[in-house]
């Protein structure tokens, strides 16, 4: 059995990670011994130092980070030595980068900066070559579709009986695809109309799905449900034949009765639904979105929004996923005009005077 105090590597892509047979996420430095790297070693080494020892990474988190680092920091740097890079090289590294979205570029090297401030915290350089670099400033997206009523209606009967309740979960309570994915009987409380989001299945590394509490503490909330949408649920699970003596069941499961795999559920079920209700770009994460515009829209209270959707900033409910709707920004002139030039918005007997 390999553990933390030798120094065991696996080949994983093209780089080595290092790994600890007892620790529940087979990674072990971070909160067991560190792996040793030297001045003289070469980067590939740190960076997988580094993403073996972040505990704080979970699931698609670490699939991300190990991406970003496997396609787009090791071609360049995983030969050089840790001593040898200078600024000029990150910013080469960056600028070779064009052409990629801006958020693209900044969360890459934010990888890139955590590495090596780690290497820094480590005192294996003194310095990190990462500062004064220019980085593309992010752009507006471009405006995400919101569904209405009708087009939700349509997308839950796509979607057919065994998924139609995870598109009102969605739209109407804001859960993410994870935490639809990970929720249980337990979960729901039929008599006191609630739901508790404590867990989720997200993609880990390699594809690989992992279970596992919310990210933030923010993402673990109980919240209140439409009546309307508890006779919803009610109705998935008589379908299932699911009862409350089945805590520990999934509320939504695969075609084989097994835990959802997102790869599975967005190609086989989720795509061809948006195709056939003529949104064939529209992504459960729209879900959210439409959500938090209707919650905004409707007056709802922005800390009262950040609660319902999990987020630990109210800058992510507002600068993320709400969307000024035209009927909302026409609202807002006709309040503007009535407080700030009320007699110009009262009829007006010699409003049809003309110029000279």
Not at 65 to 82: A, F
Not at 132 to 161: C, F, M, N, W, Y
Not at 196 to 220: C, D, F, L
């Amino acid at each position: 059995m390999l553990h933390c105090g030798s120094d065991p590597v696996e080949h994983l892509g093209q780089f080595r990670v290092a790994r600890c047979d007892v620790c529940p996420s087979g990674l072990g430095q971070g909160h067991h011994a560190a792996i040793g790297v030297g001045v003289g070693d070469r980067w590939r080494r740190l960076a997988a130092s580094w993403l073996a020892g972040n505990p704080s990474k979970r699931g698609s988190g670490m699939a991300r980070d190990e991406s970003i680092v496997r396609n787009h920091l090791l071609p360049v740097l995983g030969d050089r030595r840790l001593g040898s890079i200078a600024p000029r090289d990150v910013q080469v590294l960056v600028a070779s980068w064009d052409g990629q979205a801006a958020r693209t570029v900044r969360r890459q090297y934010g990888v890139l900066t955590a590495i090596l401030n780690y290497a820094v915290a480590s005192d294996l350089i003194a310095r990190s070559p990462a500062r004064g670099v220019r980085l593309p400033e992010p752009t507006q997206d471009k405006r995400r579709h919101i569904v209405d009523a009708s087009e939700l209606a349509s997308l839950a009967e796509a979607l057919g009986v065994r998924y139609a309740a995870m598109a009102y979960l969605g739209a109407v309570l804001g859960l993410r695809w994870a935490e639809c994915a990970g929720l249980r009987v337990r979960s729901l409380d039929f008599l006191g109309r609630t739901i508790t989001v404590s867990e989720q299945r997200t993609r880990g590394v390699g594809g690989r799905m992992v279970e596992g509490p919310p990210k933030s503490e923010a993402g673990r909330r109980t919240l209140s449900v439409p009546p309307e949408l508890m006779e919803v649920l009610a109705e998935h699970l008589r379908r299932r034949a699911v009862t409350a003596a089945d805590p520990d069941a999934y509320v939504f499961v695969g075609p084989q009765g097994g835990p959802l795999e997102y790869s599975g559920f967005r190609q086989r079920t989720w795509a061809p639904a948006c195709r056939k209700i003529g949104l064939p770009d529209l992504g459960f994460h729209d879900l959210r979105r439409a959500n938090a515009t209707v919650l905004v829209r409707s007056g709802v209270d922005v800390k009262t929004a950040q609660t319902r959707l999990g987020h630990s900033d109210p800058r992510l409910t507002l600068g993320i996923y709400a969307q000024a709707s035209t009927r909302a920004d026409r609202d807002a002139a006709g309040r503007l005009a009535a407080e700030l030039m009320p007699s110009a918005s009262e009829p007006d007997s010699n409003a049809a005077q003309h110029w000279p």
